[in-house]
């Protein structure tokens, strides 16, 4: 995933510089007033660190063997700001001393590998292993998932960078002066490779060592798990650790009527009426790029609309005449139907027999 | 006979610390690059590659090629060299990913292989990106090759590159030899008590295992240096010497770089 010199545009690499400066300028106020002293040996030897891990051999399941870039690792031991700047100064070194990335995509590595891995990386590990026991297997899932996901979306962000390339570089001929590929060809080559081998090494790694600091040193995963539990169990997860989500909960259900303010009807949400009422043909037609629809609903829509109807169709209740009650009325129905089937199925798995 | 993963790890290490350490033998050879001003050298090397990179002429990315590889012989970098560490893995890489693109972008028909067309614009499209490639990949090679690692960094500081990073990236530098060393020593030691073949899930075990002792022993590390810098009277303000003093002879190479340069960008525009 290392871009070399002469993919991407001159403009492309100083837009990634820029983008990425902000996040280096961020992580390294922020690692000062941390750290103090500490900073420059510990962002040093960890970007050593990162420099090595790059070269180990993993195996892999299926028989082949990968390399890590080590993002999962660093965000879950370093947080995401120190992770950001040792994975950045491993890749300045790789791409001035060892040619491994190119000069001028310095800023285009950096943002895709050290930005964008380790915010990802963190964000997919705090969200997954929650207040979990340091020593919980749930911990091990999450690093598992957080190097994958991680790493695909880094490899994502490369992708989308050169498959802007053709759209916006080429001659007068019309042959691409950088990367060559389109979205529709970039995007699929890069991922195949980054969702079956780079992302499988880096998942072994970021869960190998995860499981392995778990019983070796387990409080170097301790800065990354605010509020975990020390045992073995699992922390109780009370009122003030769910309060947020409760709230951004019951502010999305008041939000709910701005659904109405949208134009148009939801493409392909059509009901049998829509097709012969004047007014939603006109809208129906807007949405498809002028291509009136049958004067007609096809039989098969016609047939199967009458098999079931639903106690509040269009998130209108008969019984109500406001709209926006009746979205609201929707919304908390909904909802507290989903908090039902969750807190029934977990009644289930939780019985213990006896 | 199929290496195991210790085997091609070790290979990486050892590679990795061969190329650095022939680079440090190369920098202090009295080649025609060796000799100039390193702040020039950066300079006018990575405006080259800035040039490369932004040149929509292909004669003239050829051009600034042969000139690279005319400086590399007078600098006594051997072509063999070049073409071992740089020429023949940029081709591999960028090739395998410039290839198709001879068939798949769309364009006047210059020939055809069998029911597919080579298109002119996929020839020209792959030539750019290998062109570009390789010339961008000696360039950057002819810096390190000719200059030692820490005058590059001291260099930097022209360039006003903040000193903190300057500090930083000198001393990962340093330390990728002490892990480098570290991680040898533990997979070379693994090796020596290994006895027939692991099981896949074992390997991997094996694997995460030394990454994490890895860790933990660069977090002592930095934990160690930390407390060695704070006794020598560290306090976070860093200091960086520069004592460079430029010679007639470098003028003249700058001016030199920033002619090609200024040719480059107008040929290339």
């Not at chain 1, 001159?10 to 996040?23: I, K, V, W």
């Not at chain 1, 005449?321 to 919304?331: E, N, R």
């Not at chain 2, 003028?251 to 770089?257: E, H, M, N």
């Amino acid at each position: 995933m290392h871009i070399p010199d002469g993919y991407l545009s001159p403009a492309t690499c100083a837009a990634l510089y820029a983008g990425s400066a902000p996040f280096w300028y961020t992580a390294l106020r922020r690692l000062k007033r941390a750290l103090n002293t500490r900073m420059v040996p510990l962002l040093s030897v960890f970007a050593a660190f990162s420099f090595i891990i790059m070269m180990f051999n993993l195996p892999l399941p299926g028989g082949t063997t990968g390399h890590a870039v080590g993002v999962g690792i660093a965000s879950i031991v370093l947080g995401p700001w120190a992770s950001i700047l040792a994975i950045s100064i491993a890749l300045v070194i790789q791409a001035i001393f060892f040619g491994d990335g190119g000069i001028t995509a310095i800023g285009a590595n950096c943002f895709n590998m050290a930005i964008v891995g380790s915010l990802t990386a963190y964000l997919v590990y705090r969200a997954i292993a929650g207040r979990s026991a340091i020593t919980s297997s749930r911990r091990v899932v999450a690093a598992a998932l957080a190097g994958y996901i991680a790493i695909n979306a880094s490899a994502l962000f490369a992708a989308i960078e050169f498959g802007l390339q053709p759209l916006l570089y080429h001659d007068a001929s019309g042959a691409p002066l950088y990367a060559p590929y389109p979205l529709h060809i970039a995007i699929p080559a890069m991922m195949i490779g980054h969702l079956t081998i780079a992302g499988l090494a880096e998942m072994v790694v970021s869960a190998g060592v995860v499981a392995y600091l778990q019983r070796a040193e387990p409080s170097l995963l301790r800065s990354t798990a605010p509020g975990a539990a020390t045992g073995e169990c699992e922390a109780e997860i009370g009122w003030s650790a769910t309060k947020p989500l409760w709230l951004a909960l019951a502010i999305l259900m008041v939000l709910t009527p701005l659904g109405i303010l949208a134009a148009g009807t939801a493409w392909g949400e059509w009901s049998p009426s829509d097709f012969s009422n004047p007014a939603s043909r006109t809208q129906i037609a807007a949405a498809s790029g002028s291509l009136l629809p049958p004067a007609h609903a096809p039989a098969g829509l016609q047939h199967l609309a009458s098999f079931w109807t639903a106690p509040m169709p269009r998130y209108a209740p008969s019984f109500l005449k406001s709209a926006t009650f009746g979205y609201m009325l929707s919304a908390v129905s909904g909802t507290g139907l989903i908090l039902l089937v969750i807190l029934l199925a977990g009644w289930i798995t939780n019985r213990r027999p006896g | 006979m199929k290496r195991s993963f210790i085997e091609r790890s070790l290979s990486s290490l050892l590679a990795t610390s061969h190329y650095a350490a022939t680079a440090e033998e190369l920098a202090l050879t009295t080649g025609a690059l060796q000799k100039v001003d390193p702040r020039v050298k950066v300079g006018g090397l990575f405006g080259l590659v800035f040039v490369v990179a932004a040149s929509r002429e292909l004669r003239a990315i050829g051009a600034i090629f042969l000139i690279a590889v005319a400086v590399a012989l007078l600098s006594q970098v051997r072509l063999t060299r070049l073409a071992g560490w740089v020429w023949a893995p940029v081709l591999f890489f960028t090739g395998t990913i410039a290839l198709p693109a001879v068939f798949l972008t769309p364009g006047h028909s210059v020939a055809m292989w069998g029911p597919i067309a080579v298109t002119q614009q996929g020839l020209r499209s792959a030539a750019f990106l290998i062109s570009r490639a390789e010339t961008a990949a000696t360039l950057s090679a002819l810096l390190v090759l000719t200059t030692p690692w820490p005058w590059v960094l001291k260099s930097l500081r022209t360039f006003r590159c903040p000193v903190v990073l300057v500090a930083i990236l000198g001393m990962t530098y340093r330390y990728i030899f002490v892990i480098l060393q570290t991680a040898f020593d533990m997979l070379e030691s693994r090796k020596s008590r290994t006895v027939g073949v692991f099981a896949p899930a074992e390997r991997r075990r094996l694997a995460a295992s030394a990454v994490g002792v890895l860790l933990s022993k660069s977090l002592q590390l930095s934990h160690d240096v930390h407390l060695a810098m704070q006794s020598r009277g560290f306090r976070g303000e860093v200091h960086v010497m520069q004592d460079f003093r430029s010679k007639v002879s470098d003028w003249y190479w700058l001016a030199g770089f920033l002619s090609l340069a200024a040719a480059g960008m107008w040929w290339g525009r």
